[in-house]
């Protein structure tokens, strides 16, 4: 149980074109997703919140207005990298937590990996 | 704040030996703290948590880890290591804010597993 399926795995796009990346939970709702972003060799460093039906939080330094965050319904949120360039290219992964249950856990996708040529 | 730092970037064991990654957290709060694993490619997966409950916590794979609040550490340990565990290890302390958990990462250590 407690899937989260994120497509696609890879994604090669033309620099100034834009990319959508979608997360979604199998067999739960999720009340809230997360976005992180992954550079080569690093950590994972929360890009956005978002909870259904609202607007996603964005963390600082992260513009907003280049990664939209929509979360429609309780199983879907997507990431979209409007204008996309080189320095963008990087692992995208998204996570969710349960609307029941063990709600303080978050179930990770598999990841996207973005390449901007 | 919260905050985690692991200790070592690499960590290298022979098949058949013990693994000891690990782990120091900052939190303002009583913290839950949790180790997820990735390998290649793959999205991380929860290996065990530590939510205020025994301290120490059994995990998947035959993987503990152990609370010591006056270390401020959580270390992950497994007796005998295989070469299945290679894999990227992160330590991960999270803190309820709103209705909702904030995780914060650690580095990561890379676990390499020789024959």
């Known amino acids: 149980g407690a899937v989260v399926s994120q497509h696609p795995s890879w994604v090669i796009c033309k620099s100034g074109t834009s990319v959508k990346i979608e997360c979604r939970s199998l067999?739960?709702?999720?009340?809230?997703m997360f976005w992180y972003r992954q550079f080569p060799k690093q950590s994972l460093m929360l890009m956005a919140t978002?909870?259904?039906?609202?607007?996603?939080?964005?963390e600082q330094g992260v513009e907003k207005d280049k990664f939209l965050i929509n979360h429609a319904s309780l199983t879907l949120s997507t990431l979209t990298v409007t204008s996309a360039h080189p320095e963008d290219s990087s692992f995208y992964i998204c996570?969710?937590?349960?609307?029941?249950?063990?709600?303080?856990?978050?179930?990770f996708g598999a990841g996207t990996r973005l390449s901007v040529l | 704040a919260q905050s985690v730092t692991q200790l070592d970037s690499h960590v290298s064991v022979s098949e058949g030996t013990p693994v000891l990654l690990r782990c120091n957290y900052s939190?303002?709060?009583?913290?839950?703290l949790f180790w997820y694993v990735q390998h290649p490619n793959k999205g991380l997966q929860l290996l065990l948590k530590?939510?205020?409950?025994?301290?120490l916590v059994k995990g998947i794979n035959g993987f503990e880890a152990e609370f010591k609040k006056s270390e401020t550490s959580f270390h992950l340990t497994k007796p005998s290591a295989h070469m299945s565990d290679a894999a990227e290890y992160f330590c991960?302390?999270?803190?309820?804010?709103?209705?909702?958990?904030?995780?914060?990462f650690g580095s990561g250590t890379k676990l390499n597993v020789k024959p």
């Open positions: 996570s969710a937590t349960q609307t029941s249950g063990s709600k303080n856990i978050q179930y």
């Open positions: 991960v302390v999270s803190d309820t804010i709103y209705n909702f958990n904030k995780f914060y």
């Open positions: 939190s303002s709060y009583s913290p839950s």
């Open positions: 530590y939510t205020s409950a025994a301290t």
């Open positions: 978002s909870n259904e039906g609202s607007k996603a939080t964005y």
């Open positions: 067999d739960f709702q999720a009340t809230t």
